[in-house]
């Protein structure tokens, strides 16, 4: 069974960067397609970025995009975000999440994910 431990996340002020790890223990990394999403207090949990499992297609949520970049080192099981050009809004609690898949697809939609990290908080201040 895949668990998923994100880390990475703290406190920085507008325009830092900031790069988020998700390790993944268990057999089977290569197969997942993997995500980011985040959950600001009272909003729903949004899209950051996704990446197929040879991490050739990836993309983006349109508030992130050009900002963010997403990769995956299938032989460390690790997946990570790296954040640069940090804004107010990009402040949440990131989720890395995972699914299984036969195919070479990525996915935008919770529902697809099968598998889900604890989170880490990221806070960027103005």
């Known amino acids: 069974q895949v668990q998923l431990v994100e880390s990475g996340g703290g406190l920085v002020q507008a325009g830092a960067s900031l790069r988020l790890s998700c390790a993944a223990s268990g057999r089977g990394f290569s197969m997942l397609s993997m995500g980011w999403f985040r959950q600001a207090p009272g909003l729903e949990r949004e899209f950051v970025a996704a990446i197929s499992r040879s991490g050739t297609s990836l993309a983006y949520g349109t508030s992130v995009k050009g900002r963010f970049t997403i990769s995956r080192d299938n032989a460390k099981n690790t997946l990570f975000l790296q954040m640069d050009s940090l804004k107010p809004e990009d402040t949440a609690v990131y989720y890395c999440?995972?699914?299984?898949?036969?195919?070479?697809?990525?996915?935008?939609?919770?529902?697809?994910?099968?598998?889900w990290g604890q989170g880490t908080q990221v806070t960027v201040s103005s």
């Open positions: 999440a995972a699914a299984w898949t036969s195919s070479g697809s990525y996915y935008n939609s919770l529902s697809r994910y099968d598998i």
